[in-house]
């Protein structure tokens, strides 16, 4: 019903903004429903990174599995499937407000993703620089630790009230629709989340009589399928998949996508940053041209926004910052500069204006309305 009014005519100027929020939801819902299986990931990830390291720093990796099982049986609502009963877990879980329940266990969970495991991973990283089948694992694990990162409750309710705002202006929308449709999607998010604690104990408990667990997590699926040893009927299907996933995950144009743990004033975050390395529509006369446009969420600051683009050896930036840091990123400009010709560039254009809203990624590659190419996804 959302998609039908977003395409029809009644909503005006406001298209826009209705879809940004559609896809705040869904991009944050997506996340939450799928938040255990974001651990499962990363614990799988971890064991296959124990056993690539040296015998002295697998006892940290393992350190951090085990930190991460207990977590999870917290944060999934996961029993042991001998002290702690099926039906025991059920009962306490039936009393609980699952939104609350999840927002407390989550916060202790990225605590510890954020503040434990990824700051001892770039160290391991840094130790086998020149290892790719540890940096593999790695880049994995931050992946999925950024997607757990969006999972929080909070933040979902958030999108939820963004949507609601943008909705108020709707004439055939009445103030009691709003309210009914933020619930509804409160609500299914509730009965989701119930549902797979509850699924979660009852594999745990049925683990004991020597069930195997199904799997479920889709990448970790693909990977076996892939495997040279799967049978090629197997492999086949597991690449057209494969094939369906990346074309549907954006639709148009080599557009090479990295997630990038950074420290950001003594706090752990993330950089996600889009590169396209063509970069036809902005080349002009250039000879070649590199377009980079990342965005930094810090929950000290606010959002920063920053458009890169390199036209033979010739850099502009346009950044977009919170108002109350501008003063100090114009007067960083003479570093910036002297940075860029260190690196054997030159900085042609600096530009510094206030951050109002995020910029979607189909409006600001243009090529992403031509539905002609594919995605070069990257970690």
């Known amino acids: 019903a959302l998609a039908k009014a977003v395409n029809g005519n009644e909503l005006g100027g406001r298209n826009a ?8 939801i869904l991009r944050h ?3 939450y429903a799928s938040q255990d299986q974001s651990l499962q990931a990363i614990s799988q990830q971890l064991s296959e990174l124990q056993g690539r390291v040296f015998t002295a720093d697998k006892s940290i990796v393992q350190d951090f599995i085990n930190q991460l099982a207990s977590l999870m049986r917290e944060t999934g609502g996961t029993s042991d499937g001998f002290s702690n009963p099926y039906s025991q877990v059920k009962n ?4 609980k407000d699952i939104l609350q329940a999840d927002q407390e266990a989550m916060n202790r969970t990225q605590e ?5 495991l990824i700051p001892t991973l770039s160290k391991l990283v840094n130790k ?3 290892a790719e089948n540890v940096r593999n694992p790695v880049a994995s694990i931050i992946h999925f630790v950024s997607r757990y990162d969006k999972a929080n409750p909070s933040k979902l309710s958030g999108a939820v009230e963004q949507l609601a705002q943008s909705l108020k202006d709707v004439p055939t929308l009445t103030e009691k629709d709003i309210n009914e449709l933020k619930n509804l999607i409160m609500d299914a998010a509730k009965d989701l989340r119930m549902e797979q604690k509850v699924a979660n104990v009852e594999k745990d408990y ?10 479920t997590d889709v990448m970790g699926l693909l990977s076996q399928s892939l495997d040279k040893d799967s049978p090629a009927r197997v492999q086949k299907l597991a690449l057209n998949l494969l094939s369906t996933m990346v074309d549907n995950e954006s639709p148009v144009m080599p557009l090479m996508h990295f997630m990038v743990p950074i420290d950001y004033n003594g706090r752990n975050t993330f950089l996600e940053m889009y590169v396209d390395k063509e970069c036809e529509g902005r080349k002009g006369k250039a000879d070649s041209a590199v377009n980079i446009f990342f965005t930094i969420d810090s929950d000290d600051y606010g959002t920063f926004e920053v458009d890169m683009l390199e036209r033979d050896g ?10 109350e840091l501008q003063r100090d990123i114009r007067s960083a400009k003479n570093n910036i500069r002297s940075s860029i010709e260190e690196s054997g560039f030159r900085l042609a254009l600096y530009r510094v204006a206030p951050y109002s ?8 590659f243009k090529e992403l309305q031509a539905k002609s190419g594919g995605l070069d996804v990257k970690i």
């Open 128 to 130: 086998y620089s020149q």
């Open 92 to 95: 306490s879980l039936a009393g």
């Open 17 to 24: 903004t209705l879809q940004n929020s559609l896809v705040s």
């Open 357 to 364: 809203q995020s910029t979607s990624v189909a409006s600001h």
């Open 112 to 116: 510890f993703l954020k503040d434990q």
């Open 206 to 215: 049925l683990a004991k009589f020597g069930e195997s667990q199904e799997k």
């Open 29 to 31: 819902f997506d996340c």
């Open 314 to 323: 010739m850099i502009d930036l346009d950044i977009r910052a919170p108002e």
